[in-house]
Each structure stands twice: as C-alpha cells, then as structure tokens.
C-alpha cells in the first residue's frame, strides 16, 4: 500500500480503491440485465409465430440464440461475483492493515473498540458479495422492466409499477423497523465477544480461583441478552419478509391473469401473457433481494460506523523528519495522565531531568504512579498533558519505530506473544523481512546480556522454543528474564524496567543487578521501578512518587537519608 494511503486510510478511501470493481459489476449487471430479456423474447416468439405456423427451423435458431444467451448470462454472472470477490480482499489488503494499526495504537479506554473492529471489517467484506450488494446493482434496471410493462400493455405496466412501489414501501419499513435492533444487537454482540475473550485469556487464573461458573452464567446473561436482541430484530424482518414474498408471487399471479383477460379481449398476443409474468418477476426481483439482504446491509453500514469511529480515535501517522539518534538526555516537563475524563489524575505536574548514562530508581508506595510515569515515558500511553523530550526533541516528533529501537521497555506485567523465544526476543523483526542471521546474533548478545542464554539453552529447542498465546509455556521468572533480554535488543540507549526482580529467585536478582551494572557502564540511560533495594547499590538518584506527584528527586544517598527514620539511620550507621 503506498505510504500516502497508509497514513491517512478511511473507510471511504479504501471503499474508492476498489470503485473500478465496482464499475465492472455494475456493467456486467446492465449486460446481464439485458439479457435477462432473452427467455422473455423467447416466449413471445414461440407462442405468436413458432406455434401457429408450426416453424420448426425458427424454433431451433431460437433455442440457439437462447441457449447462447443463457450460457452468456451465466458467465457474466459468474464474473460479476468474482469481482465483487475481488473487490473483497483488495478493500481487505487496503484497510486490514491500516485497521490492524489503529487497534495496536488505542489505549486501554479504547480496547473494546479494538476488540470489535477487525470483526466489523469483515462483516463489511463479506457484504461485498452477498445478495443485498446483487440487489443494489440489479435495482437501477427496475424502472427499464417497468417500461417494458407499459410496453406490452398499460394495465400490464400499472400492475408492474404499483407492485414495485409496494414492495419498495415494504423494503423502507423493513429498514426503518429492524435498524436500531439490530445495531444494538450488533453492538451486544461486541461487548459479549470482547468479555469472553478476555476470559478465555486468563482461563488458568479463572480455574485457579474458582470463577468458572460465576464467569459462564455472566456470559450466558450477555449471550441472552444479544439474542433477545437479534431475535426481536429477526421477527420483524421475518414478518416482512414473508410479506414481501407474498406479495411479488401474488403479483405475478395477478399479471398472468391480467395477461390472460386482456389476450381474451385481443389486445395482446397468448406469447405476452408468460411474458407480462416475466417482466413482472423481474421488475421485483432486485428489491426482493435487497429484503432478503437487509440484515447484512445494516450490519455493513455498523460496520463502517465502527471503523470510522475507530479511524477518528486514532492520531494520523505523519512522516515525521528522522532525527539524530539520542545519547540518552531526558526531559520530562509537566507531565500529566488522567485515567478519563472528569476523573482523578493518575499522575499531575510531574517534571524532571535526567542525564545521559544516569540509573534512577522510580519508589514510591503502590498506587502513587509509578509504573504509568515509566508506560508514559516509554510510550506505552499518551500523556494528558505535558511533555516527554529525547534529547531535546518531544517525544510526539520522534517517528515511533525509530524512537522504538533507542527505548528498551520491559512492562510489569510480563507481555509475551505466541512466537518462538527468539521471535519474542528479536521483536518479531524477522517478519518483516530483515535478515535471519543478524536477528540470530543480537538475540544471542540481547539474551546474554540479560543473563537469560543459559536459562534459554536449557529450554526444548533453545531460543527456537515455541509459547503459545499470550506467551505460556515459561515461568513467571523466566518470562521476566526474556522480557528483559527483549527489552535490550539492539542495545537501546534508554533502558526503562518496570519491576524488573518482581519474579526472580536470589540468583535471577543477582543476575540483574549484574545487568544493570553492565548496562551502566556503557552509559545507557537507565529507569527503574523496584519495590525490592537490592539494585540500589547500581542507582545514581532516587525519584519518589506519592499521590501521582513528584515527591523527592535527587542524589541517591541523599534522598534515602529524608526517607529513612532518624533511629534507622543512626542504627545503620552503627
């Protein structure tokens, strides 16, 4: 996709990369619609000439012209629907991607919506091909079979155009009473696919405490609850759907016996009687299509709600200007992070430096902010307010890839993803194309760096050990030690751990401080979150937070000597 498309893909845009397909179909449909006329013609000519002089040759040439016909309308009809296939997975390779990156960029107030979205879309595909879609290419030609009609008898025509317009008022009810059940019920949907999943992914932590049942019967609620919704909506589509069926197969009924009196009466021909119930059928036809498709129609304009409202969530990607690679200065300068709006500050005012090489520990008691100073820092969330500078620059002016290779994270909660440990470790790099022996060493020099090969070495397959989703198939520790080890990947020159020993035994912890004594003395730029002082000996400053305010901030030896109790201290220095 080209880069221009990408940065500023709608659901519009995408819907309009595809307009050539639709243009085809639309041709096609007029060519097929055309020949529709055939069978009819070939009525006409079978009762008014064949049958009355007995003309068997102009009854083969007929059946030839007819069988040509027919054999040219099916092939038409079968690459209208290969287009419209088409049309399918070109919006698919237009949008999926631009869709797939939207998700990836929605904070945690937004993963519902994220959840919901890829589903949507291919709601919105599969659309492309059903028979609402047939029915809306097929309904311009409603108004020729209508002339047709009057054509062949102004009765006839009366019959044709009354019959269209009823089952067209049937088609707007149909609308008007089904949207708002079956959005709701598309949006309850939604919501009881986004709860389950969440916990199918925490399905040992769910057995583990007992909450299965509790868990099934809320789920069976919201299932209910959808259902109730989609049911209500499927009886009234039902109800009218059947209505319009009755309808068309009483008006073509109604045209053979229209046909019938007026061929009585001599003013048309016994061939225009079949061909008065032809034209009838095909008149109402397309709009029969569209009720019979409406369900998907409403679905699909849910859809494209829903991926708007996703699009205009998400910030544009702008091609940002590449910028210098950092050597380590931080600034952080009135930093704010609101959990929504009209509620508390998780975090307000917070503003400091640091410099390049430095290791600050970030302390405080839990709640106070810590670990959503450092998912600001790293750009795990967008602050409220505020700035985050690298070197001087925002952190909003930094391309996100390329700032992405300066920033080691290592988040609280362990986040492995179904992969091989080197696929973890390297990133996923190696599925965007880079090269498969560079990935293997710095995976290698990352993990030994993290003190993490020996452990890995003695895993089924090495670093080619598969996890499965969500990253099971490690221990809590060991998954610490390979978020680690990802979190130094290409040598970052900003190393940020959140509780990086959460998990780890005496020896993963002297491994660590034994890390972070490497990394120092390369001169990374070092935060860390730690309840537990063991890595305190490798720490230059200490930053304490409480309240979501910055408490204290400075030299390590300095700030322990506020936080420490005067007995402590004395203690300690005897």
């Known amino acids: 996709m080209p880069s221009s498309l990408r940065d500023s893909v709608t659901v519009k845009i995408a819907l309009d990369a595809c307009r050539r397909h639709f243009k085809y179909a639309a041709l096609f449909s007029a060519a097929m619609n055309l020949l529709f006329i055939a069978p009819m013609l070939y009525m006409l000519q079978v009762y008014d000439r064949v049958v009355p002089s007995h003309g068997i040759t102009t009854l083969l040439f007929l059946t030839l012209v007819l069988v040509f016909a027919l054999v040219t309308l099916s092939a038409l009809d079968a690459i209208r629907t290969r287009l419209l296939v088409r049309a399918g997975a070109r919006l698919d390779e237009t949008l999926a991607g631009a869709i797939m990156r939207a998700t990836l960029q929605q904070p945690d107030s937004g993963q519902r919506l994220a959840r919901q979205a890829l589903r949507e879309f291919d709601t919105l595909r599969q659309a492309l091909n059903g028979p609402g879609l047939l029915g809306v290419l097929d309904a311009p030609w409603v108004p020729v079979y209508v002339v047709m009609a009057f054509l062949i008898h102004p009765w006839v025509g009366v019959l044709t155009l009354g019959g269209a317009a009823l089952i067209a008022y049937l088609a707007w009810r149909n609308e008007q009473i089904t949207r708002q059940p079956l959005q709701e019920a598309n949006a309850a949907a939604g919501r009881s696919y986004a709860a389950y999943d969440a916990s199918v992914g925490s399905a040992d932590v769910v057995r583990a405490l007992g909450m299965r049942e509790a868990l099934v019967q809320g789920h069976i609620a919201d299932r209910q609850a959808m259902l109730a919704l989609q049911t209500e909506a499927g009886m009234r589509s039902a109800r009218l759907t059947a209505e319009s069926k009755f309808v068309r197969l009483l008006l073509q009924s109604l045209a053979l016996g229209v046909g019938a009196l007026l061929a009585i009466s001599a003013k048309i ?73 009209g509620q508390k500050p998780i975090l307000a005012n917070v503003s400091f430096q640091v410099a390049p090489g430095e290791v600050i520990a ?132 900003y190393v940020i751990l959140d509780e990086p020993n959460a998990s780890l035994d005496a020896e993963g912890d002297a491994q660590l401080t034994h890390t972070l004594e490497a990394l120092k003395s390369q001169g990374k730029t070092i935060l860390i979150v730690a309840h537990r002082l063991s890595v305190l000996p490798v720490v230059d400053k200490l930053l304490v937070v409480r309240d979501g305010q910055l408490s204290m901030y400075g030299a390590r030896d300095e700030v322990l000597s506020k936080l420490a109790p005067p007995k402590k201290r004395v203690s300690a220095q005897g």
């Open 362 to 493: 970030i302390v405080g008691p839990s709640g106070a902010g810590k670990s959503t100073l450092v998912r600001a820092i790293a750009g795990a969330i967008r602050p409220t307010v505020g700035h985050i500078r690298f070197d001087g620059a925002e952190q909003q002016d930094w391309d996100p890839e390329q700032l992405a290779d300066h920033v080691g994270f290592m988040p609280q909660e362990t986040v492995l993803l179904a992969g091989t440990i080197k696929d973890n470790i390297t990133r996923f790099h190696a599925a965007a194309g880079e090269d498969a022996g560079t990935l293997d060493d710095q995976a290698v020099a990352a993990a030994l760096l993290a003190g993490a090969h020996d452990m890995i070495l003695q895993l089924p397959g090495g670093y080619d050990h598969p996890l499965s989703l969500g990253g099971r198939g490690l221990s809590a520790g060991q998954a610490q030690r390979i978020a680690l080890a990802r979190a130094l990947f290409r040598s970052p020159r």
């Open 269 to 341: 021909s016994p061939g225009a009687i079949f061909a008065s119930m032809f034209i009838v059928g095909r008149a109402l036809a397309p709009i029969d299509q569209l009720l019979g498709g409406w369900r998907s129609i409403i679905q699909a304009r849910g859809a494209i709600t829903v991926l708007d409202e996703l699009f205009a969530a998400t910030p544009p990607d702008i091609a940002r200007t590449r910028l210098p690679d950092p050597k380590g200065r931080l600034q952080v300068e009135g930093l704010g992070v609101a959990a929504g709006p």
